[in-house]
């Protein structure tokens, strides 16, 4: 090869790896709630027009969850909640109470780190040890993937498909990790853009987000549910939403 050969050939790796960088980062786009909701309606969680999806992230945690499942009880509500499989582990009495009590359990991964950052083997590990774990402890193999921060790769696209996981995002979140959210922000925040068919997201553990936020998400849900009443939609987890089928558009 001649020298001058040299320069070109570094410039094509360079380029060649600025290509597969922009390529691995690419759903990223989806991480833009209007956007997604709007051209992506399958990912974002948009289901039939007479539901409502309600869905909790980060847990299971001793200090918050049990508040949740007793409120949702008392209401008569089943959610969908999406596990850290590093939370399970500590607490694997209470998945089992979130499943018996009739409660969906999905996959948030194993540690809720930017998958951006995380080449496809890495990915793939995460989401396998996450999902083996749900589902050593719940006897029911999980559907459902949501990735942390709600960024996708394409690496996580392609392990969620290989591990038989459905990704799932959001049409409307509360805010509700925040030191400054109280229920009235929660609510207000999720009730602005919610319509019939939308999938809520909230937090019933503050193990990534401001200490005790998970208040202002358990404030909140009392009114949330009224509001969903009056509006005559019914509220329930991501496996009777019917997600594709929604008001705003069919498969992505």
């Not at 979130?98 to 590990?125: K, Q, S």
């Not at 589902?135 to 459902?144: E, F, M, R, S, Y």
């Not at 998400?217 to 009392?222: I, T």
């Amino acid at each position: 090869m001649k020298p001058r050969a040299l320069p070109l050939l570094g410039a094509a790796a360079a380029t060649a790896a600025v290509a597969a960088t922009a390529l691995h980062a690419a759903p990223v786009l989806s991480t833009y709630g209007p956007l997604r909701n709007r051209l992506l309606p399958r990912l974002a969680g948009t289901g039939r027009p007479d539901h409502v999806a309600l869905t909790f992230d980060d847990g299971p945690d001793p200090s918050s969850t049990p508040a949740f499942l007793a409120l949702l009880q008392e209401r008569q509500v089943h959610a969908t909640f999406f596990l850290l499989g590093s939370m399970a582990v500590r607490a694997p009495a209470l998945v089992r109470e979130i499943a018996d009590a009739g409660h969906e359990i999905a996959v948030h991964g194993w540690a809720h780190r930017p998958l951006l950052l995380r080449g496809p083997r890495a990915t793939y590990e995460d989401l396998r040890r996450a999902r083996d774990t749900v589902a050593d402890l719940t006897g029911t193999a999980p559907q459902w993937f949501r990735p942390p921060y709600g960024v996708m790769s394409v690496g996580a696209h392609l392990a969620a498909r290989r591990l038989g996981l459905t990704p799932v995002l959001w049409t409307s979140w509360g805010e509700d990790w925040t030191g400054r959210a109280t229920p009235d922000t929660v609510h207000r925040t999720v009730t602005a853009d919610l319509y019939g068919g939308g999938t809520v997201l909230l937090h019933d553990s503050d193990c990534t987000s401001a200490p005790e936020a998970w208040r202002s998400a358990l404030g909140a849900l009392p009114r949330l549910l009224d509001h969903c009443a009056t509006r005559g939609w019914q509220v329930g987890p991501l496996c009777e939403h019917g997600v594709g089928a929604g008001p705003r558009g069919g498969a992505a």
